[in-house]
């Protein structure tokens, strides 16, 4: 299958980061993601309920995102894979997620993940 639904630059603020005063702090967040799923259904009915709901998806992203502290992005990214897995008709999701004021010299820094539906990562819980 090679269809899929993606959200670019999902920008919110998020409380993130290792250090002391970044633990009081909110700061921004850029999240693409990649859905990996079947359109055809949806299309051949122009019906919501078949497809990926993007509004919906990303409002979960940000509450998810927002709802506690996250020393590392890596622990949010996983977080927010294994959310998409378990609650959404996807076989395979990309994420990549950018902390943009990070480094003063870079643009933006982050991770980007890919991860399978059925696979040990889901296990971690995090």
Do not use: C
């Amino acid at each position: 299958m090679t269809d899929s639904v993606f959200i670019h630059n999902l920008s919110f603020l998020a409380s993130i980061g290792v250090l002391d005063w970044e633990k009081n702090i909110q700061q921004k967040l850029e999240l693409d993601v990649e859905l990996m799923t079947d359109i055809r259904p949806a299309a051949a009915r122009e019906d919501l309920k078949l497809t990926l709901d993007y509004a919906a998806i990303s409002q979960r992203l940000i509450a998810t995102a927002q709802a506690q502290h996250h020393d590392l992005l890596e622990t949010l990214v996983e977080k927010l894979a294994q959310l998409l897995l378990e609650e959404f008709n996807t076989s395979q999701v990309t994420l990549t997620l950018r902390k943009p004021d990070a480094v003063p010299s870079a643009t933006s820094v982050g991770v980007r993940i890919t991860r399978p539906l059925n696979t040990p990562a889901q296990a971690l819980r995090v």
